[in-house]
């Protein structure tokens, strides 16, 4: 609706229009990736706009492919992300629940209830559902061991597509994640999810996967003259160009005599042989640089009995550095304006290999000094494949980080959410303002997790999250027995089509991804909630040019 008296250049949509208009932007997100949430969800293949395709099931990377016009959905796709960075897993089911969320506050505003009352019976529903996750359904990884770690992993990758070979991946993102375990000064264990290097070649099956304790490195020495092996290895990490020095582009040289030529050109080849035999001087054994080396220079290194390896990703040196204790040093010119290169700046390790995997040659770095650091090198029929599996890797290393740090686990399957809508309908009865209305609808939003869940798996989902209910009921009764609180663990199992005890099934999930996605998607809810007026500027029109051109 156009207001008249206020002449914008451009449309204005206010009121009830704009909020049902959110819905939908939103509702149509969540319907595209509904279908692949759960053990049984499916994949979406996703064509962009070169033909490049890629095949995926994790809800961040399909939402971040959309290109997304709409002002509400983009709020959920930038959820997705968040959800991704912050926890890695999980980024589905935030979305949806965000979705679900905003879509009963629309249908409770049409009945007359002000979005604040709204918001604010969000906000206390939210509030209450993080305690009672807190206080009644975490359970503390240090009870359960390290099996417990392997079925939080198994549990993150049940969706992907290494989901059939759960229990070898599994394994692998564990022993993974604790080798590069750390301790910082105040004596908190820190899992850097950057020291496991994924790298990917294709060939063979997906069960030749390896992890290798080390740092491992897609590129090979520079001349085939050096040594492959190093053991001891004191590693430079250079940033330079070791070619011969050129002149910069503009600078002109004016000689008289045609002898000093020669000198200029020799002179040239010094000051990188000088800087090399400067490098050298330190003890330096493995060179890895990210820009080129001359043949010419490689000479020098192979007579010294070094590695040297041109051409490395930055990013790479970057965590070697920081593995072996090296600085990345992006030139030798120090304070003085001259040319050195101190010894304090290698880094060390055990040894340095260079080794054939599939039809690459890698070189891993093994026994860094300071981090240890691990890499899982990938095989797999095809690049989509290679590409879904590496996301895979990557939600499970988090969320298995996740449960380290936090140290406190949730059951899977639905059982999360059913606790809580059953706990959210009891508690809005207690509450007697209008917010009780509000409570319910989040209670009742909930559950569109188990819902789906049951859905995709082509079971009855009326059936299924009716049991589930009814079970955790039985468990939150004031006076309930003790056999009937040990209830509060039941979810679904989706592959039988039953409800059980998923604490003991060993289907978990790290609580801080539960508590994180609750919030998040509450915080979404509510700031679409809040908009009742949108004004769109129109573009400007292009002027005219009078001379025709």
Do not use: W
């Amino acid at each position: 609706m156009q207001n008249s008296a206020l002449s914008i250049g451009g449309t204005r949509v206010s009121g009830q229009e704009i909020r049902n208009q959110n819905v939908m932007a939103v509702q149509a997100i969540a319907n595209i990736i509904k279908s692949s949430l759960g053990p049984v969800g499916l994949d979406k293949m996703i064509v962009d706009d070169i033909g490049d395709v890629t095949i995926s099931n994790d809800g961040a990377t399909i939402l971040k492919l959309l290109e997304v016009e709409h002002p509400a959905a983009k709020v959920l796709v930038e959820l997705a992300e968040q959800q991704d960075k912050e926890v890695g897993d999980g980024t589905t089911s935030v979305v949806l629940i965000a979705a679900e969320l905003l879509r009963r506050a629309n249908e409770l505003v049409k009945n007359k209830i002000h979005p604040t009352t709204v918001i604010s019976g969000y906000r206390m529903a939210s509030k209450e559902a993080v305690r009672f996750i807190a206080d009644q359904l975490t359970t503390k990884v240090d009870k359960l061991g390290r099996d417990c770690l392997v079925n939080v992993a198994k549990t993150s990758m049940s969706s992907k597509i290494i989901g059939s070979d759960d229990e070898f991946f599994s394994n692998m993102v564990v022993d993974a994640i604790l080798a590069v375990k750390s301790t910082n000064g105040r004596g908190e264990s820190k899992y850097p999810i950057k020291a496991v290097n994924i790298l990917k070649a294709h060939g063979k099956g997906v069960k030749e996967s390896t992890l290798i304790k080390g740092y491992a490195l897609n590129c090979t020495v520079a001349s085939q003259a050096m040594k492959t092996r190093i053991q001891g290895a004191k590693i430079a990490c250079l940033d330079l160009n070791l070619q011969k020095a050129r002149m910069h582009l503009g600078v002109n040289i004016v000689v008289d005599n045609p002898d000093n030529l020669e000198d200029i050109r020799r002179r040239e080849l010094d000051i990188t042989t000088e800087r090399i035999n400067k490098i050298l001087a330190t003890g330096a054994n493995v060179i890895l640089t990210t820009k080129g080396i001359d043949d010419m220079c490689l000479k020098l290194f192979v007579e010294a009995g070094a590695m040297a390896v041109r051409r490395c990703k930055k990013e790479d040196l970057k965590r070697i550095a920081k593995a072996t204790g090296a600085s990345f040093i992006s030139t030798l010119a120090n304070l003085d304006g001259e040319e050195t290169f101190e010894a304090s700046s290698l880094g060390y390790a055990e040894e340095v290999v260079q080794e054939r995997i599939s039809d690459d040659e890698c070189i891993l770095v093994k026994g860094t000094k300071v981090h240890s650091s691990a890499s899982i090198i990938l095989r797999g029929a095809n690049d989509y494949m290679l590409d879904e599996m590496e996301r895979s890797v990557h939600d499970c290393l988090c969320a298995v980080k996740r449960t380290l740090e936090s140290n406190a686990v949730v059951p899977g399957g639905g059982c999360v959410e059913a606790a809580l809508s059953i706990y959210l309908e009891n508690y809005a009865t207690t509450v007697s303002s209008r917010e009780q209305l509000a409570i319910a609808e989040y209670a009742n939003s909930l559950l569109v997790i188990p819902k789906l869940l049951a859905v995709n798996a082509a079971k009855d989902s009326t059936d299924l999250v009716a049991k589930l209910r009814a079970f955790h009921n039985a468990s939150q009764e004031p006076n309930a027995s003790a056999a009937k609180k040990a209830l509060k663990y039941t979810g679904m199992d989706l592959v039988e089509g039953v409800v059980r005890d998923n604490l003991a099934a060993g289907v978990l999930e790290p609580a801080m991804s539960k508590l994180k996605s609750l919030k998040a998607a509450t915080e979404a809810a509510i700031a679409m909630l809040r908009i009742d007026d949108m004004i769109k500027i129109a573009p400007e029109p292009e002027r005219e040019d009078p001379h025709g051109h």
